[in-house]
């Protein structure tokens, strides 16, 4: 049961370059969100879909995009890599749409970005 | 726009002893979610304990506890019997009950070490 997956693990990038950060679930859920989290700051959400070819801007969105093309994969792209955007990166999920429920979101493993 | 305060940067508590951690937040809203995450050094973020804010009865879980003060806004987390594997940063997160709205606004963690 892979539950949410996050490739690469860690990451250099020089300022100015792009790169997507994967991120793929098994489990058939509709909602999908992007974190960062950074020293002292807690998660912060970037992004979020609530279904496949839904999207939406969380709390930090300058810089990132996304899509949802299907319900397992949510890809984060960062358009030109600022070392402001130096973070680790969570994705998470959870079942989503269905009226009441504590259903809590699954987070995958993170990514450690570094932009140099 | 909610917020969720964790006042405590560091905490620490020897062995078999029992640590609480404090969370209050702030929520025009009176249905909604609490949760305690853990997350270890591993970087993986672990769901601790969750509460529902119409239930009035404490959420446990094994050595996991919380005391939800609704009308105060908080939320605390007690871990009895403490071990060495309970070391870990633990973040508090708010999430509304709104339909098919699962966004989490997390606090700023508090770390917590374990003495022998």
């Known amino acids: 049961n892979a539950g949410v997956t996050q490739t690469p693990k860690f990451q250099v990038l020089k300022t100015g370059q792009s790169m997507t950060l994967q991120c793929a679930q098994d489990?058939?859920?509709?909602?999908m969100s992007w974190y960062r989290q950074d020293p002292g700051m807690g998660l912060r959400l970037i992004h979020y879909?609530?279904?496949?070819?839904?999207?939406d801007q969380g709390e930090v969105p300058n810089g990132y995009n996304v899509s949802r093309s299907t319900t397992e994969d949510f890809p984060l792209r960062l358009l030109s890599a600022a070392p402001s955007q130096t973070s680790v990166y969570f994705c998470?999920?959870?079942?989503?749409?269905?009226?009441?429920?504590?259903?809590?979101?699954?987070f995958g493993d993170g990514t450690r970005l570094s932009i140099l | 726009a909610q917020t969720v305060t964790q006042s405590q940067p560091e905490m620490s508590v020897q062995e078999a002893e029992t640590v609480t951690l404090s969370c209050t937040y702030d929520?025009?809203?009176?249905?909604?979610?609490l949760f305690w995450y853990k997350q270890p050094p591993s970087r993986q973020m672990i769901l601790v304990i969750r509460?529902?804010?119409?239930?009035?009865q404490n959420a446990t879980e094994n050595r996991f506890s919380v005391n939800f003060q609704k009308a105060a806004k908080s939320f605390s987390l007690k871990i009895s019997d403490s071990q060495l594997g309970d070391a870990a940063m633990y973040f508090c997160?708010?999430?509304?009950?709104?339909?098919?709205?699962?966004?989490?606004?997390f606090g700023t963690g508090t770390r917590l070490t374990i003495i022998p």
């Open positions: 879909s609530v279904g496949a070819g839904i999207t």
């Open positions: 489990m058939n859920h509709e909602y």
């Open positions: 997160a708010y999430r509304n009950s709104n339909f098919g709205n699962e966004k989490l606004t």
């Open positions: 509460q529902e804010a119409y239930k009035q």
């Open positions: 998470a999920s959870s079942p989503g749409t269905g009226g009441w429920s504590n259903q809590p979101q699954h």
């Open positions: 929520t025009s809203e009176s249905d909604y979610y």
